[in-house]
């Protein structure tokens, strides 16, 4: 039977072996992230908590921390739901599969969202001060839901299919909040209640805005589910789910009737300082004015869990939730975007950094070398798709130059860029435009730059791969340590002083410069040199293209910036830079040992 509440999903996960629950009171301030986050880290089970420190409440964490349990919840579902998506894609290609007929008119019925007479979540009346009061990281401004379905509409629009279920970021206590009163909601650019927020404020009514916790996990999954313009997140929980999305009405909000929380506002119309943050990127976000929700009510079911992730440095869980996602919506690329076949946003990157896609360049089938041209109209096509929007670096390559080219196989997909790196013509800049939210390489809040490499045709080069490539490497004063990540991607260390352009001039003269075209500058070349998540994670969130990217002999040709290898991007922290999240040991420690005695007294029972 599909689950019909988040207790009954914890249950099954229980019975085949995939839950610890933790018995002893533990405080969720800082522990009991710790312990989700390695529970994560270490493929643990996930993690009922009987006792929060402060609250009446249980908690559960780490519900889909591996790829083998999220499938695991949704392995009566997740075909129907590809079977769905690939028919919104592609319905030809349905149509040609008879096999898939039999089941398209159950998985029609199970995601229409259904009206509910009864509604669990409104049995009982609370407020935001007894939910577990959960502060992931030491320097956070104060206490976040990290796992928080927010629901809204147009004001005055009743179709349940016309609406927006989307996940963001909403502090519950500190600042200038008023407790149990009023609550942020920082949506970051690109997300769908801004249309609702304008509209509101254009009418100069309150948005009343909808918050649910927990219910069954799909819902969880389709709040962060990309769906395009026409479709709705909830016919998606419904899908993923096995099970309509029930809903019910209270004096205007629309309540999801199966949420084990649900929490009633209007956005204010003014703003209040939210933040900082720990984010996914890995550093913290600083304080800055976002809207607010000024708190109606706060609903709760009988026996509530209160559901909720952790956030840092990738990978985390939600992690699993982009590896899930990306398969799903795998379908649907080529026919939202013409002529993409497959596209990364790399999550060891912080996801919007870094953009891998593979195209088709088909202009000129009869010219005998190919030459980025389609691609470039794919790549700027991305640049306007969906939040897509938001990739700051984006590498495309040509299927045809390599069918077995895949954007999950990171080192080979950057060899076979760097291979046929033309840097006088394959680099292409915006300036001045939006970047993410939460990226501040850019100077100032949502600004910065992106850069396009669009690569096609033959190698032209071969690739340094060991130490005696770089015999002959003589670096300026400022410059040292040059390590080899992987083949063709050179790491040097720089002090903060030392400028970029001089490494970058005197590099024109190294007789080995074409074996490494892609050069990351840093602080510790070391840690960025020493596995592939690090040089991702160092080299596209430390930099903002046009401000950090240099070359060897660059310059201007028809307003069009190029140079010869090596491109040198200078990823060291700048000063408008946040802090990165940095780990605490004896949170660590402390966490380690509950999770140690969990464990045994799990192997007793």
Known sequence: ????????????????????????????????????????????????????????????????????????????????????????G??????????????????????????????????????LSKLPQIRLHRD???????????????????????????????????????QDAECGLHYQIERNIARHHEAAIEQGVPLKVS???GGPPSHTIAAVMPMPQDLSELLFAGLLGGRSFRYTDYEGWKISSDADFCILGELALTLKPEGPFGDHIGYYSAKHDFPYLNVKKVFCKKNAIYPFTTVGRPPQEDSIFGELIGELVKPIVPQSVTGICEMNSVDAAGVHSL??????????????????????????????????????????AAREDSPRLSTRHIVDYFIHIFERLHLNQDVHFQTETTIDTLDYSGGTLNHGSKVIFAVAGSPIRSLGRSAEDLANLNLPDGFLNPQIAFPGALVIEASPSAQIEVLACALSNWDAREKFPFVTVTEDASFAAKNTDNWLWVTFTRSDPARDIYGANSHFENKHWTCEAPLCIDARMKPQMQAVVEEDPQIEALARDILHRAQKQQCRH
């Open 355 to 396: 953009l891998l896609a593979i195209g088709m360049e088909r202009y000129l089938p009869y010219k005998k070398e190919r030459e980025p041209m389609e691609l470039l109209k794919e790549a700027n096509a991305l640049l306007g798709f969906n939040q897509v929007s938001l990739s700051k670096y984006v590498f495309i």
């Open 90 to 127: 592609d319905p030809m290609k349905i149509l040609k599969s008879p096999s898939l007929w039999p089941s398209l008119p159950s998985i029609g019925i199970s995601a229409l969202p259904l009206p509910s007479l009864r509604a669990p979540v409104l049995a009982e009346e609370t407020t």
């Open 140 to 178: 956070d401004g104060g206490t976040f839901l990290t796992l928080p379905q927010v629901f809204s509409q147009m004001p005055g629009e009743q179709n349940m299919l016309k609406s927006n279920l989307g996940m963001y970021r909403i502090q519950t206590s500190g600042n200038d909040y008023v």
């Open 1 to 88: 039977m599909p689950y019909n509440s988040l207790e009954s999903a914890l249950l099954d996960l229980e019975k085949h072996g995939m839950l610890l629950r933790i018995r002893e009171e533990v405080s969720p301030d800082l522990v009991m992230p710790k312990m989700a986050e390695i529970a994560t880290r270490e493929s643990l089970p996930a993690l009922l908590f009987e006792h929060v420190e402060n609250s009446p409440f249980r908690a559960a964490a780490n519900i889909f921390g591996t790829q083998e349990r999220a499938r695991f919840l949704f392995r009566k579902t997740l075909k129907k739901a590809e079977t769905a998506i690939a028919f919104h």
């Open 211 to 213: 918050i649910w916790l």
